[in-house]
């Protein structure tokens, strides 16, 4: 018997990224039995400097053998992750260089992947229900639960790169070259794809957006010359995210009610409605999307829309079922999730049961000072945590859907898993990202400006552009207010809740700043962008076109190559 097995373009993508990991851990743990030695790090203490500067020594070092004596004798270089990649790349794929390489970045796509598809079908999903129970307006649910979804990995791998030794600058370039990169490229591809259908932008909306974001990044560009920051300071500068949401919101009222009066005198609309809320613009421009495509549901639509169909005898449906699984279940099986389409009792309970269990793993993981009865009790207690919750889990819940009623420990039990697990996703990415700049001798600081605020970013890419062509004007206003309400938030919340974190940690000294000129340029550039679309809009009648999207394309070209050659015409 066969059945007919439709792959369309994502699964072909999630089916290649399940069997590299699958490729990538074979390999690992090939490695690791035929080693004496044990490549997962146990600790990685948070806002703690202890010898960040031996991995400096890696560059007087040329062969492999001499590298690999080198990481036996000195501590771990790179403090974040579990796995120490340059013992594992240099003492065990010196004969196999090239394979070592694909290997690693093969994992890079997967953590990749890993990271945006935790936030996006964890985290968005639990700010999503959180945002319906506790009664949010559009307004303030866009610029808070909306954004930290959308800005979830920049934020995580902020904190992370401010929690590991020495690579607070890497998380500086992340947060600054997500925020080049979606002001300037998406910005400008989205304008020169929207010039023939001459969409207007909202003239207000626009200029508070980019006024608020040049005094954000005024703001940081005092801290970066004064050097330190205390953590008065260090909340003063997060806490600006709330005037923000405060400034949005009385906007909106504003604009709100006086389309209202417009309404009721005029009982007619001549123009577009650019001053709706963010959230009832997206929800009309993924509505006007739906009727123009003629979505609908069902197998047959899904058997129409895959990019080919295969039929398989059962047993080779059932492994193609299986070879998904690996890097969804772990995560399935630690995350509730009470959302009716994905409800599945026997997963619930479960999630419930290994939560806690995960988290006592993870806890003992960051004690390297923890004896075996310490690690026993720990994890002891995790487990009757799991085992009382999944107790309660089956008898409160049914297998038809889920839970009607205490939904807020469910939601609030999702949302705890899925920062837990964003957070060891990023931890492992940062930590791979700066081991890739050591092994190819590249400042780990470009990695971050480059091809990790890259990998967050071209999300937002196709999302906007998506919501922007197909969305009408609606849509295109809420692509361009994302695509500056979004790094406002990644910066202020993102680096705002990284100093004060490392402004306790340091309390009552001052956090000091890493001298890098670098930086500054870059905010330079990214304030040359803003600037470019406060001016170049207005005289454009606030019309979308080529001289927009050309202008700020060339801005983040001469930034991005003019750190390149800065980068490789020093050493590391």
């Known amino acids: 018997m066969s059945t007919m097995v439709s792959l369309s373009e994502h699964k072909r993508w999630v089916l290649f990224l399940n069997i590299s990991f699958l490729l990538v851990a074979c390999t690992f743990l090939i490695v690791q039995f035929n080693s004496a030695e044990f490549l997962v790090l146990r600790s990685a203490e948070p806002f703690k400097d202890n010898g960040q500067q031996d991995c400096q020594g890696l560059v007087n070092l040329d062969d492999y053998k001499t590298k690999c004596f080198y990481f036996k004798l000195h501590n771990p270089c790179v403090s974040q992750g579990y796995i120490d990649y340059l013992y594992l790349f240099y003492c065990n794929f010196e004969r196999f260089p090239l394979l070592g390489y694909c290997l690693l970045f093969l994992w890079l796509l997967v953590l990749f992947y890993l990271l945006g598809n935790t936030a996006s079908e964890y985290f968005c999903s639990s700010l999503e229900d959180l945002s319906k129970l506790l009664n949010l307006s559009p307004t303030i649910a866009g610029v808070t639960l909306l954004s930290l979804g959308n800005g979830a990995p920049d934020v995580f791998a902020s904190v992370v790169s401010f929690m590991g030794d020495g690579t607070s600058d890497f998380g500086y370039n992340t947060v600054l070259g997500g925020a ?84 009721r005198d005029h009982n007619s609309s001549n123009g577009s409605d650019l001053s709706i809320p963010i959230l009832s613009s997206m ?53 509730p999730v009470v959302c009716e389409k994905r409800w599945s009792k026997p997963t619930a309970v479960g999630s419930v049961t290994l ?150 940690y340091a309390y009552p000294s001052p956090v000091v700043i890493p001298k890098d000129p670098y930086l500054l340029e870059t905010v330079g ?48």
């Open 355 to 504: 939560a806690p269990v995960l988290l006592s793993a993870l806890w003992n993981a960051q004690d390297e000072c923890a004896t075996f009865n310490t690690i026993l009790i720990v994890n002891g207690i995790g487990l009757s945590f799991g085992m009382t919750f999944g107790v309660l889990a089956c008898a409160t819940t049914e297998n038809s859907g889920p839970p009607k009623k205490c939904l807020l420990p469910w939601l609030a039990a999702g949302f705890l898993m899925s920062v837990t697990w964003s957070y060891i996703l990023a931890q492992e990415l940062v930590g791979l990202l700066v081991s890739l700049g050591y092994i190819f001798g590249i400042s780990p600081s470009i990695l971050g400006l480059t091809v990790l605020s890259w990998g967050n970013s071209i999300g937002d890419l196709i999302t906007n552009l998506i919501l922007a062509v197909n969305g009408g004007p609606e849509g295109a206003q809420v692509a361009i207010s994302g695509c500056y309400a979004g790094p406002i938030f990644n910066i202020l919340f993102g680096l705002g809740l990284s100093l004060v974190g490392s402004a306790c």
């Open 525 to 572: 550039f990214l304030v040359g962008g803003l600037l470019w679309a406060l001016v170049v809009l207005p005289r454009r009648n606030m019309r979308l076109d080529w001289v927009l999207g050309g202008g700020l394309l060339a801005i983040y070209l001469m930034s991005v190559s003019s750190r390149v050659i800065q980068t490789f015409s020093s050493p590391i």
């Open 283 to 335: 929800e009309k421009g993924e509505q006007n999307y739906v009727k123009e495509s003629g979505f609908e549901c069902g197998p047959q639509v899904e058997m129409n829309k895959c990019c080919f169909c295969l039929r398989l005898s059962a047993p080779c449906s059932t492994l193609l079922r299986i070879l998904e699984m690996p890097l969804s279940l772990p995560r399935r099986l630690t995350i």
């Open 180 to 263: 080049s990169f979606v002001t300037c490229v998406v910005v400008g591809i989205l304008s020169i794809l929207a010039k023939q259908e001459e969409f207007r932008v909202n003239r207000d909306a626009f200029v508070r957006d980019i006024c608020f974001f040049l005094l954000v990044l005024a703001s940081l560009i005092f801290i970066l010359i004064y050097g330190k920051i205390n953590m008065w300071g260090a909340m003063g500068f997060l806490l600006m995210y709330i005037v923000y949401v405060m400034v949005v919101y009385i906007s909106q009222v504003h604009w709100n009610g006086s389309i209202n009066e417009s309404e």
